[in-house]
């Protein structure tokens, strides 16, 4: 094969001929978050998204919240607390909570939060 697919036209397929998608993710190495195209229950067919990196940055009771991730599959996360905040805490519960809804959001699994772990 010498020729590129193409992929709009591809995608266009898929579109045309499912009756609806959804979308699967996966943790660990190569866990891409893929988009499933359905026909009367039946996988018709998948795309899969590689992003090579993002950062996502996100706000919550004035303290920033930051998703990064690269194609290579690692995962950063991190908090930043406003200034004048030293000695404050924030429970493990809320923070987990809003990394959970930033996954979701993403398309990514939000139980695969609870494999972090975090330092203070």
Do not use: H, W
Not at 39 to 60: E, F, H
Not at 75 to 84: D, F, S
Request: aromatic letters at 14%; hydrophobic letters at 35%.
């Amino acid at each position: 094969m010498n020729e590129s697919p193409d992929f709009p036209a591809v995608y266009a397929y898929l579109m045309e001929n499912s009756d609806g998608s959804d979308y699967e993710s996966g943790i660990g190495f190569n866990a891409y978050p893929t988009e499933v195209f359905l026909k009367d229950g039946t996988r018709i067919g998948s795309v899969k998204y590689l992003i090579p990196q993002a950062k996502i940055i996100t706000y919550d009771k004035k303290n920033m919240y930051i998703v990064e991730l690269d194609a290579s599959g690692k995962v950063k996360l991190e908090i930043i607390m406003p200034i004048g905040s030293s000695g404050d805490t924030i429970p493990e519960e809320e923070y987990r909570a809003v990394f959970r809804t930033i996954f979701e959001e993403l398309g990514l699994s939000p139980e695969a939060v609870d494999s972090f772990e975090f330092f203070c």
